[in-house]
T-cell receptor, first 113, second 114 residues
């Protein structure tokens, strides 16, 4: 079974703090993704990576950065957390390009106060 | 630009009924469409994936159909159970600038009343 894990289930941070969200997958997938999910808006893609050290902006990259130093790990970084970044953050991974489904981690609910 | 819509946003039905969830998309040039389930406070579980060349997929009590020409997919749930209560999301996969992305609907919250 594919396993995607995220470092924290719940996280509370203060405005201005630097926040790291970690995601690890154990299936040697090339592609990894970070989404945020807000009520009524569905999932919105923040960044994705199709290879080590490669990254592409998604729909809402502002205020975020990512790091992929190893194939199995994809980190989402909030350089200076703001209250409008309070959300559920979901990591996903997939194999190959077009035909394969994405597998999701359990999510991290981040609250910025 | 691709848009994915799920209507209704919420649905409540008595236990045992069959029901259909709807997903529509504006651009038929998709590679596949996927249905997910999300339980409160949790991540997503993939239910069914339909390739663009397929018309439907079945898994247990679930059946998903795809009509690319009309830009529609339906998720049929037979003999609903309280454990089916969750938010159901659909997502289409398409190529964007030589990469692919999932475009998501906002979800339908399903409540099955015992």
């Amino acid at each position: 079974d594919v396993k995607v894990t995220q470092s924290s289930r719940y996280l509370v941070k203060r405005t201005g703090e630097k926040v790291f969200l970690e995601c690890v997958q154990d299936m040697d997938h090339e592609n990894m993704f970070w989404y945020r999910q807000d009520p009524g808006l569905g999932l919105r893609l923040i960044y994705f990576s199709y290879d080590v050290k490669m990254k592409e902006k998604g729909d809402i990259p502002e205020g975020y950065s990512v790091s992929r130093e190893k194939k199995e790990r994809f980190s989402l970084i909030l350089e200076s957390a703001s209250t409008n970044q309070t959300s559920m953050y979901l990591c996903a991974s997939s194999h190959g390009q077009f035909s394969y489904e994405q597998y999701f981690g359990p999510g991290t609910r981040l609250t910025v106060t | 630009k691709q848009e994915v819509t799920q209507i209704p946003a919420a649905l409540s039905v008595p236990e045992g009924e069959n029901l259909v969830l709807n997903c529509s998309f504006t651009d038929s040039a998709i590679y596949n469409l996927q249905w997910f389930r999300q339980d409160p406070g949790k991540g997503l579980t993939s239910l069914l994936l339909i390739q663009s060349s397929q018309r439907e997929q079945t898994s247990g009590r679930l059946n998903a159909s795809l009509d690319k020409s009309s830009g529609r997919s339906t998720l049929y749930i037979a003999a609903s159970q309280p454990g089916d209560s969750a938010t159901y999301l659909c997502a289409v996969k398409e190529e964007v600038d030589s990469n692919y992305q999932l475009i998501w609907g906002a979800g339908t919250k399903l409540i099955i009343k015992p």
